[in-house]
C-alpha cells in the first residue's frame, strides 16, 4: 500500500494503477506504468514498470514531480446474466473471500481477489446449469482475519437466504480458519433444514492445479441436490479431481498447508461423497432434510473472551491468571494425550491445578481437549486427570479444541454459566460422539 499521503497526491492528479506517468526527480525522469505497492518497502515510493519490463522504484519527496501520460488498460470481466430456469432450485452464494475468489496478478506476482463474485458465471459456465444463483457479497477478508462479527454476519445471511426461498446455501471461504466458521455457523443456525456447504481452494483459480472450481461446483450440486439439512465443508476428498467430500462442520480439520484434500473428517466420517460428474453418495448419520416449514434462527450472540492455551512440557501456568484477570469467561486447555495437564509436585510452580482451581473459583468455565487429534479426553484413567476435573475443568470428549472453542464462545452467550458448563460436554450439533471407532482413524 502507499502511503496515504502518496495516495492523496496520486489522486489529485487522477492516476491510478495502471496508467502511464512520468517521475522527474534528481534531474532524471522516469516513464512507466505505475504498479500496484507490495507489502514491502517504502510507502512513499512509486513503483514504475518500464517499457524494458524491468520495474523501478522512486522515493517521492517535495521536489518529486509526477504527471500523467496517458491512462493505462483497465482489465474488464465478463459479467455473465444467465437466464433463470423454473425448474431448477434456488441457492445462494454467500462470498466472503479467500483463494476460491483470488487470481495471480502477473505483474506484480501477487495474489489478488476478483472484482465480482458474478464473475464466476465467466469462468464456470456449468454453474446456471445446476441452479438459480444469486450473490451474496459479505466481506473480502483473509480467514485469518476473520472474527466473531464475520460469524455473525455470515449466519444472519445464511438464514435469510434459506427463509426467503432457497434450497441450499454455498459460503466461500479462505481455508485457514474454515472449520472455525463452519463449527460457528453450526451452533448458531436453529431450526436448520438446509444444505448449508462451505467450500474454498488451496490454489488460485488461474492455476492449472487449481481445485477452486471443481470445489465449486461440487458445493453448488450439494446445495442445490443433496437431502443434508446441516453444515459442512465441502473440498476435495483426495489430491486428484476424482471426489469431493462433505465434512460435519464440527468435526472437520484442514490438516495440510498446501494439499487439495487438506481437509479431514476428526473422529467421524464424512457425511457424503460427490463424484466430478454430480454423483451424491452418503454415509453415516445425518440430519435430513424434511417437509418442516420452520423458519432458520440465527442464534448469533458470542462471548469473545474465551481463549485457547496449550500444555507442553515446562509450559507457565500463570498464563491462566493473566486471562483471569482481562476478565476472560472461558478457557479450552488443549491438553496431552487423555487430557493431561502438569500437575507434579516435585515442582509446585509448574503445576496447572491451582491455577485452574482459582479460574473456577472465579466463575471461569475451563475445558480440556486433547493435542492427539483422534480419540478422547478421558478422565477415568489416570490420577493426573482425575485431579484436574476434581479441580473443576470439563473434559470435552472427542471434540476438537477449534469446535470446543467456538462451542464455548456461544454457550457462554446463550446460557447462564452454570448451564454452559454443563452443555459443554454434551452433544449439542454433532461435536462429540458416543463412541469413537478405529476406522474413523483411517477415513
Known amino acids: 500500500m502507499y502511503s496515504d499521503k502518496l495516495a492523496k497526491l496520486l489522486s489529485s492528479l487522477k492516476i491510478e494503477t495502471g ?18 505497492k507490495t507489502e514491502i518497502g517504502d510507502p512513499n515510493t512509486v513503483i514504475l514498470k518500464m517499457k524494458s519490463g524491468y520495474n523501478a522504484g522512486v522515493l517521492v519527496d517535495s521536489d518529486t514531480k509526477i504527471k500523467k501520460i496517458s491512462a493505462g488498460k483497465r482489465q474488464e470481466f465478463p459479467l455473465a446474466k444467465p437466464k433463470l430456469n423454473s425448474k431448477l432450485p434456488k441457492v445462494a452464494i454467500i462470498w466472503t473471500g479467500g483463494t476460491i475468489g483470488s487470481k495471480i496478478d502477473y505483474k506484480t506476482g501477487g495474489v489478488s481477489m476478483t472484482v465480482k463474485p458474478e464473475e464466476l458465471f465467466y469462468y464456470i459456465p456449468e454453474l446456471p446449469e445446476i441452479a438459480n444463483i444469486m450473490f451474496k457479497d459479505v466481506s473480502g477478508v483473509a480467514s485469518e482475519d476473520m472474527t466473531y462479527i464475520e460469524w455473525q454476519k455470515i449466519a444472519e445471511e445464511v438464514a435469510k437466504a434459506i427463509n426467503d426461498g432457497a434450497r441450499g446455501v454455498v459460503i466461500t471461504h479462505g481455508t485457514d480458519t474454515m472449520h472455525f466458521t463452519a463449527a460457528a455457523l453450526t451452533f448458531m443456525l436453529k431450526d436448520l433444514n438446509a444444505p448449508v456447504v462451505l467450500t474454498g481452494s488451496q490454489r488460485s483459480g488461474d492455476r492449472g492445479s487449481s481445485d477452486a472450481f471443481l470445489n465449486l461446483i461440487s458445493a453448488v450440486r450439494l446445495a442445490a441436490n443433496s437431502n443434508i439439512a446441516e453444515v459442512g465443508i465441502c473440498m476435495h476428498a483426495t489430491s486428484s479431481d476424482d471426489k469431493m467430500h462433505f465434512i ?66 515446562n509450559s ?30 516435585e515442582h509446585k510452580g509448574k503445576s496447572w491445578l491451582p491455577f485452574v482451581e482459582r479460574a473456577v473459583k472465579k466463575n471461569v468455565v475451563v475445558g ?71 476406522d474413523e482413524f483411517l477415513a
Open 368 to 438: 480440556v481437549t486433547s493435542q492427539c487429534l483422534y480419540g478422547r479426553v478421558n478422565d477415568n484413567v489416570y490420577k493426573n486427570l482425575r485431579l484436574l476435573s476434581h479441580a473443576g475443568a470439563v473434559h470435552c470428549e472427542d471434540m476438537l479444541t477449534e469446535t470446543a472453542y467456538v462451542k464455548l464462545g456461544w454457550l457462554l452467550a446463550n446460557h447462564k454459566q452454570e448451564e454452559a458448563k454443563d452443555l459443554l460436554a454434551k452433544n449439542i450439533a454433532g461435536e462429540i460422539k458416543e463412541r469413537t471407532t478405529f
Open 316 to 345: 507457565d501456568p500463570e498464563i491462566i491468571d493473566y486471562y483471569i484477570g482481562k476478565g476472560y469467561k472461558g478457557i479450552i486447555i488443549e491438553a496431552t494425550g487423555l487430557g493431561h495437564t502438569p500437575t507434579s509436585v
Open 19 to 36: 496508467d502511464v506517468v512520468e517521475v522527474e526527480s534528481g534531474g532524471a525522469k522516469l516513464e512507466g506504468e505505475l504498479m500496484p
Open 248 to 313: 460435519r462442520g464440527t468435526k472437520a480439520r484442514k490438516m495440510h498447508t498446501s494439499r487439495r484434500d487438506a481437509f479431514r473428517p476428526i473422529n467421524d466420517r464424512a457425511i457424503a461423497y460427490i463424484t466430478k460428474d454430480g454423483e451424491i453418495s452418503y454415509h453415516g448419520d445425518y440430519k435430513k432434510v424434511t417437509d418442516a416449514q420452520k423458519k432458520v434462527k440465527a442464534q448469533t450472540d458470542f462471548e469473545a473472551k474465551v481463549a485457547i492455551l496449550k500444555a507442553y512440557p
